[in-house]
């Protein structure tokens, strides 16, 4: 049976010095294991405020709606338990954590994620396969999370924790934001051959349609205002390519 995320009648606010802001206002999305669904639109529509209601972020209140994996209710559910039900976050802006190594972070995050921790070993030999895959050098594993990473060097320790993760369904918000050419086709084959090896569901958000040259999207979904405005395949991201959000923008 395949896995599925479910976002139901998904309303989100954020408290600002005004009180409650409105971000979220009804949004509907079904995501399948092995499918890649591109969210596209302009700044400020809310897609970012998607990501972070998804992985549980504490400062985006849902207050109605549901978000279900195979069932599941995890509208209630903090961060870490969503990222054991099975959710991953690649964030727009990966944060520095000074004193924690990368090696030391990804292994108790593998464990807490699977109850256990991985064979040392094994594990190592895991981490120095997807570091080189992603063509970083060793020594970012000695490093501390992200402290002196350059912006592609973030998005690839994102990915880096993807890899070895193994989450079933993935959010990644602009990821490819900041990254070269080359930093943009490495990050992508990193999504490929996770999608490749565990049947990874994919959000992707994204403003560009350059990422979805290498990650194929399934399908697009354009946001404006906070909710779903138009639906497609990927024919629909080449017309907001040679359109822009205009349309939209004069109709919400």
């Known amino acids: 049976m395949t896995s599925v995320l479910e976002i139901k009648d998904l309303h989100v606010s954020v408290e600002t010095e005004k009180g409650p802001k409105p971000i979220l206002k009804g949004v509907n999305l079904t995501i399948r294991k092995g499918e890649t669904h591109a969210i596209m639109g302009p700044n400020g529509s809310g897609k970012s405020t998607l990501a972070y209601a998804v992985a549980g972020h504490p400062r985006y209140e849902i207050t109605s709606g549901q978000i279900l994996l195979d069932g599941e209710d995890l509208t209630e559910l903090g961060a870490?338990?969503?990222?054991?039900?099975?959710?991953?976050?690649?964030?727009?802006?990966?944060?520095?954590?000074?004193?924690?190594?990368?090696?030391?972070?990804?292994?108790?995050?593998?464990?807490?994620?699977?109850?256990?921790?991985?064979?040392?070993?094994?594990?190592?030999?895991?981490?120095?396969?997807a570091m080189k895959n992603l063509r970083m050098d060793e020594s970012f594993a000695a490093r501390n999370v992200n402290e002196g990473f350059s912006g592609g060097e973030k998005k690839r320790n994102e990915i880096l924790q993807l890899e070895l993760l193994k989450p079933q369904f993935a959010v990644l918000d602009e990821t490819d934001s900041g990254l070269d050419v080359d930093a943009l086709k490495v990050v992508s084959e990193g999504v490929n051959r996770a999608k490749e090896n565990t049947g990874l569901g994919v959000l992707l958000i994204t403003h560009y349609t350059r990422i979805l040259r290498y990650i194929k999207p399934d399908f697009v979904h354009v946001f404006v205002d906070g909710k779903i405005a138009e639906e497609g395949g990927p024919e629909l991201a080449e017309r907001l390519e040679n359109e822009g959000y205009d349309r939209f923008l004069v109709e919400a």
């Not at 520095?96 to 256990?116: Q, S």
């Open 80 to 129: 870490d338990e969503r990222a054991q039900a099975g959710l991953f976050l690649a964030m727009q802006y990966p944060v520095e954590i000074p004193g924690v190594t990368n090696a030391n972070f990804l292994r108790t995050a593998k464990t807490a994620i699977d109850g256990e921790a991985p064979a040392i070993r094994t594990w190592m030999g895991a981490v120095r396969d």
